[in-house]
């Protein structure tokens, strides 16, 4: 088992802000610190090491669990048993941002596993037999289905939110390019916030430069697994974070990670962790004072 590795990050906007961020970077069975995490009162959110595909859990100082994509299988399962524990089996918000296998492969399982309360999709989409299943059991279970609509926010508390950023409720009900029509989420919790743009790539990219107005964040799970064609430089520019998270699979065939991305994100400064080199990253917002560790 690879040694567990965990650093204190200190985002470089550290003169406006008093946070920092405890990142642990584990391999997918190297959950030994989750007994510890399990017990805290902060948020952490979760970059579950699903091999090629991608899988995010939040979990909310508050208690609010979301989770966003269930990866190309079923071992988001695995994953979430060993950090929701043994009694806590409900999850209150399931996004998939788009209908690629990759992201939604682990969706029935976690059906089965866990009560959803509510579950928000895209109206883009494609012929996914998968998704038209997942829908078929949605309704089956009665579980209430929300449309991906820009602007819409989640408060969870005074200081919590979750909001989406895009595609809106006109959203082609038929795409050929479902990445570029990705739900794309933020979540805010006190100082820290995180982005979560799915698979999208340099042309819905542009759509969230153009509309949205505030996409400053701290964090952002790289758009596409880190594909030449996402993480634009204007992208980054306007998103600015502190830390990019790439999940990928090791030695995946489609080569992502890709040079020119990386090259692209270590131009601004940031600091990256990857799933294929790491395993799960894990994210534990921690306000204090920078000079002071609890």
């Given at each position: ?107 029935l399982e976690v059906l089965k596993e866990f009560e959803v309360g509510r ?84 042309e819905e990219e542009g759509f969230l430069v153009q509309q949205v107005q ?64 790491e395993g799960t990253v894990i994210i534990q917002t921690k306000l204090q ?6």
């Amino acid at each position: 088992l690879r040694t567990l590795l965990s650093c204190m990050f200190i985002s470089k906007k550290q003169q406006q802000k008093i946070f920092s961020l405890l990142i642990v970077s584990l391999l997918t069975f190297g959950y030994s610190l989750f007994d510890q995490a399990r017990a805290s009162s902060q948020t952490q959110v979760f970059v579950f090491d699903v091999g090629q595909g991608l899988s995010q859990f939040i979990k909310t100082k508050e208690g609010v669990d979301i989770l966003i994509d269930t990866g190309p299988n079923n071992d988001v399962v695995t994953h979430l048993r060993r950090v929701m524990g043994m009694w806590d089996k409900s999850i209150d918000i399931l996004v998939l941002t788009h209908a690629h296998f990759d992201h939604i492969g682990g969706t029935l399982e976690v059906l089965k596993e866990f009560e959803v309360g509510r579950v928000i999709v895209t109206q883009a989409k494609n012929d996914s037999l998968v998704m038209q299943y997942i829908l078929d059991e949605l309704a089956l279970r009665a579980i209430p289905i929300e449309y991906a609509d820009q602007y819409k926010k989640y408060e969870i508390d005074n200081d919590t939110s979750y909001e989406l950023l895009f595609p809106t409720l006109q959203a082609p009900t038929v795409v050929e390019n479902p990445n570029n029509w990705s739900v794309i989420s933020k979540f805010v919790d006190e100082d820290f916030s995180m982005l979560f743009p799915g698979d999208a790539e340099i042309e819905e990219e542009g759509f969230l430069v153009q509309q949205v107005q505030d996409l400053d964040v701290d964090v952002v799970v790289a758009p596409h697994h880190g594909s030449k064609t996402s993480s634009t430089e204007e992208f980054l520019k306007a998103t600015t974070p502190d830390l990019i998270i790439i999940s990928s699979g090791k030695n995946n065939e489609y080569g992502h990670p890709h040079k020119q991305a990386l090259e692209r994100m270590k131009a601004i400064g940031a600091v990256i962790k990857r799933t294929d080199e790491e395993g799960t990253v894990i994210i534990q917002t921690k306000l204090q004072s920078l000079n002071t560790k609890r």
